[in-house]
Each structure stands twice: as structure tokens, then as C-alpha cells.
T-cell receptor, first 112, second 114 residues
């Protein structure tokens, strides 16, 4: 039973447009959420995180939105750039245990 | 070089052999983690360590052993490798600050068990 789900395995977006990546979780105890980007043959790289006390966090072109009642978070990338083409993982967990459950990833392709 | 390194980057072994994957970090982060990445599963936590000599199981610990005698090193051993352990293995360390927390990942070790 997957506690963290990324239901879209892939997404294609035109350069300059908005990319929206979605993530759903089932465990109401999760209070910390992270997004990672992964290029082929490299380890995941941290992008942005959000605590459950917030519903939005921004860092440059990246914004994460958290809807606790729906147990849903999304990552917005605006504007999308070809260098953003990668696999994006969301992770969720209880910050007290330091253990995070990862989704299966969404492959983003930004078309020039 | 500062950061987190893994060795070897690629390894081919045979069923039943013992294999050790190495992980080294230069930041002195207390927490370290081992994940495996498989198609359709994302990253799954194998073991983690809160400090030297303190380790605990993650989601998929069976068939693996860890140790942590020094803060900077966190080796993962497959005692008797099986084909199902063919995977990409990532080591990570955790940093916590006023801004939040994150995990820094190594480049990965691609393991093939024949």
C-alpha cells in the first residue's frame, strides 16, 4: 500500500509555461514534505520543502502548495526551462522520526 | 571534496556473495540513510542511523546489514546477495536548520546481481 503517490508517470510542458506536478499521501501523521529533482546517473537533489503548518512555500521559480484536508501537495515551476527536464520525487513523513516515504516519481520533459 | 560520496559506482556480483557498499560524508551530519531505487517503487528506505553506533531498520531491511563506527561513514553490506537486490543504491545524510530540513544524496551505486 503506497502511502505517497505520484499518479502521473510523465508530463510534457512547453518552455516558458507552468509545470504542475502532483503528489497525494494517505497518512495524516505526515507533517513534512519535500520535493527532489533527479537527473539520470545522479543522486536526487533537494528542491523545496514545506511543513504542515504552512500551505505554501516559494523559492524562486519553484512553489509548493499543501492542501492538508485533501492530503495533496503540488509543485509549480514557473517558467519552465529545458534544464528542468528530470524526474521529480515527492517525499512525505513525520519529522519526528526523520523517515520519509518517497513517491514513484514524475518524469518532466520541458520542450524548447 | 565536500559532500557525500559512494563507492563503488558500479558493481557486478554473483548470487550468494557478500557485497559492501561504502558511503562517506564530509559534513559530520548525525543522520545518514540508505535507500534503494527500483522501477515502480521510487526510493525505499533500507536502514538509517541517528549517530555513530545507532542504527535502525527502514521499510526494506531484510538481507542487509549496516554499521556506523564513525560519524562520516555508513557502509551497507549485502550478506548473501540475491537477484532481487539488483538495484540502484543511494546513501544520504540529513541536515536540519531553522529553514527546515533536507537530505543530501550521494551519486548512487548501481548493483547487478547475477
Amino acid at each position: 500500500d503506497q502511502q505517497v503517490k505520484q499518479n502521473s508517470p510523465s508530463l510534457s510542458v512547453q518552455e516558458g509555461r507552468i509545470s504542475i506536478l502532483n503528489c497525494d499521501y494517505t497518512n495524516s501523521m505526515f507533517d513534512y514534505f519535500l520535493w527532489y529533482k533527479k537527473y539520470p546517473a545522479e543522486g536526487p537533489t533537494f528542491l523545496i520543502s514545506i511543513s504542515s503548518i504552512k500551505d505554501k512555500n516559494e523559492d524562486g521559480r519553484f512553489t509548493v502548495f499543501l492542501n492538508k484536508s485533501a492530503k495533496h501537495l503540488s509543485l509549480h515551476i514557473v517558467p519552465s526551462q529545458p534544464g528542468d527536464s528530470a524526474v521529480y520525487f515527492c517525499a512525505a513523513g513525520d519529522s519526528g522520526t526523520y523517515k520519509y516515504i518517497f513517491g514513484t516519481g514524475t518524469r518532466l520533459k520541458v520542450l524548447a | 571534496d565536500a559532500g557525500i560520496t559512494q563507492s563503488p559506482r558500479y558493481k557486478i556480483t554473483e548470487t550468494g556473495r557478500q557485497v559492501t557498499l561504502m558511503c562517506h560524508q564530509t559534513w559530520s551530519h548525525s543522520y545518514m540513510f540508505w535507500y534503494r531505487q527500483d522501477l515502480g517503487h521510487g526510493l525505499r528506505l533500507i536502514y538509517y542511523s541517528a549517530a555513530a553506533d545507532i542504527t535502525d531498520k527502514g521499510e526494506v531491511p531484510d538481507g542487509y546489514v549496516v554499521s556506523r563506527s564513525k560519524t562520516e561513514n555508513f557502509p551497507l553490506t549485502l550478506e548473501s546477495a540475491t537477484r532481487s537486490q539488483t538495484s540502484v543504491y543511494f546513501c544520504a545524510s540529513r541536515e536540519r536548520s531553522f529553514a527546515g530540513e533536507t537530505q543530501y544524496f550521494g551519486p548512487g551505486t548501481r548493483l547487478l546481481v547475477l
